[in-house]
Each structure stands twice: as structure tokens, then as C-alpha cells.
């Protein structure tokens, strides 16, 4: 029996629809769904999916990332499919484990999937060093102001407002308000 997968990001505005027409155009009997991150492994439907495989049984996804984002998580999903005597197919990348030319054109893919994944992490870290090295600084940008820090300061130290009152004189939280004191008295302090 060919069994699909399909799965879009979670909290994205996106939807299995395509990915379903083509498992079902592709002979997939039934097509598990979830809407979780592929790096994840903590993914109900899939772990139903290869829990009910049979020997014999084919798990089908529309692309290879579908099912893992890792080299390491997919060779393991993979493993497991294995042990259940089920095989796998990807139909973007025509990627057949029921081969052994299959199998080792499969993991040559996930090779590759996983250095780029590499390559864009590489590239992150190098702008954000880039960006560190030239004063940007990453992160949301601060609630206050810095004459509304020096003015939410002055009124609590000298007793004028509370921090509750001031916190909602400026439209924040009373722990923003506590951060601000804080460190308010360790600059004092140095």
C-alpha cells in the first residue's frame, strides 16, 4: 500500500492541498497530515504514519524536506520505515528506497539538503558578526526611551510615583519598569 505524508510548517499560512493532490495522484491510499516544523521530532502523524506500517507498505511525500530537515532525522525515519519492511518515495526528487540505487541516491540528496542548511546557517552567523562589528545590534528595539528611563528613575527613587504608576504612565509592564531600576542602581553602583 503507498501511505502519504504531508506537512506544512506550523503557524504558517499554508496548506497540504498540494501536496495531497500530488500523493493522491501518485496512488496513495491514505495520507497522514500535520501542520508541525521539520526539524522537529515530535511529530504525532508521523509517528501514527510509521507505527501503522506494514511490510510491504510504501511511505510517498510530495519533497524530501517533508519529511526531515535533518540528515540525521531523516536517516532515522528512514531506519525505522526500514525495520517496519516498508520502503519510501519522494516524488519531487524521484527517489525510490525500494532500490538500492534508490537508497544511495536518497542519502547522496539528504547530504546535500544538510550542507545547505550548514551553508545558510554559516552565512547567518557571519552577517550577524558583521553586523555586531559595525554597533548594530540585533533584537527588539528598547520600550523606553532613554529620557523615559532617566524619568521613570528619577520619579521612583525619590518616592514622587511608584513603579506600578509608572508603568502605566508609559504603557509597559511593572517588570520592564523593575529592569529599568535595575539597572539604573547597577550603573549607580560602578
Not at 495520507?31 to 509517528?47: M, Q, T, V
Not at 539538503?113 to 528598547?142: C, H, K
Request: aromatic share 4%; hydrophobic share 40%.
Amino acid at each position: 500500500m503507498l501511505i502519504g505524508y504531508a506537512r506544512v510548517s506550523k503557524g504558517d499560512d499554508q496548506s497540504t492541498a498540494l501536496q495531497r493532490r500530488a500523493l493522491k495522484g501518485a496512488g496513495c491510499e491514505r495520507i497522514f497530515e500535520e501542520a508541525a516544523s521539520g526539524g522537529r521530532w515530535d511529530r504525532p502523524e508521523l509517528h501514527r504514519m510509521i507505527d501503522q506500517l506494514r511490510t510491504g507498505d510504501v511511505v510517498t511525500v510530495w519533497k524530501l524536506d517533508r519529511l526531515s530537515r535533518s540528515l540525521k532525522d531523516l536517516l532515522h525515519i528512514l531506519d525505522r520505515i526500514e525495520v517496519a519492511g516498508g520502503g519510501f518515495r519522494s516524488l519531487t526528487e524521484s527517489i525510490d528506497t525500494t532500490s538500492p540505487a534508490g537508497r544511495m541516491m536518497m542519502q547522496m540528496v539528504g547530504s546535500f539538503a544538510e550542507f545547505e542548511r550548514a551553508m545558510i546557517r554559516e552565512r547567518t552567523s557571519a552577517g550577524l558578526a558583521q553586523a555586531r562589528a559595525e554597533g548594530r545590534v540585533g533584537g527588539r528595539r528598547p520600550k523606553l526611551t532613554p529620557s523615559q528611563r532617566g524619568d521613570v528613575v528619577e520619579n521612583v527613587i525619590t518616592g514622587r510615583k511608584t513603579a506600578a504608576q509608572m508603568a502605566k504612565l508609559y504603557g509597559v509592564s511593572e517588570p520592564t519598569i523593575s529592569r529599568v531600576l535595575a539597572a539604573a542602581r547597577q550603573e549607580a553602583a560602578l
